[in-house]
């Protein structure tokens, strides 16, 4: 793919659009159409989603779901990881077993369970990680923008 043509005054008006409350943006990488849109997560707070081809499934981000696990999705959403034991329940089972047998009896003690998450807490933070994709383009910026661009279909 070639390399990012956004300039850095595209860049900044885009991380501008996406601060604000009603926040629209959409891209063109490769053949993907990624679209962004500040979305509400809980009553009292909003997330941007990024939305690939109009849509968004949460399987795609789960590595452990075999038919929904999308391989290109690290590209375009947030990776998110949780550890499999709290430290509570670790110091529980150390206690309990002990530190060598703990480790006989749960090798996955230290692990982590990662997924991708389609919804960033910052506009900076989205900037950050799609200003790394090469190839990437600008198609409308603004809920005008991208409204023309669907054609006055809802969600572009």
């Known amino acids: 793919m070639p390399a990012n043509s956004i300039t850095k005054e595209q860049w900044a008006s885009v991380q501008e659009e996406l601060a604000g409350s009603f926040a629209m ?14 979305a509400r997560v809980s009553e009292s707070r909003s997330a ?3 939305y690939l081809d109009g849509q968004i499934c949460v399987s795609w981000g789960h590595p452990c779901v075999k038919d929904g696990y999308r ?4 590209r375009y959403w947030r990776r998110r990881s949780s550890a499999v034991y709290s430290p509570k329940e670790k110091a529980r089972l150390i206690k309990a077993y002990g530190k060598r047998r703990v480790k006989q009896h749960f090798p996955n003690l230290d692990d982590a369970y990662v997924w991708w998450d389609c919804t960033f807490n ?7 990680q799609f200003k790394k994709l090469d190839g990437l383009k600008v198609l ?4 005008a923008a991208c409204q023309t661009l669907a054609g006055g279909e809802h969600g572009f």
């Open 25 to 38: 943006v959409a891209f063109q990488h490769g053949e993907v159409r990624v679209s962004i849109n500040r």
């Open 48 to 50: 941007l989603a990024v």
């Open 71 to 74: 391989e290109d999705i690290c």
């Open 122 to 128: 910052t506009a900076q933070s989205l900037v950050t």
């Open 140 to 143: 409308a910026i603004g809920f």
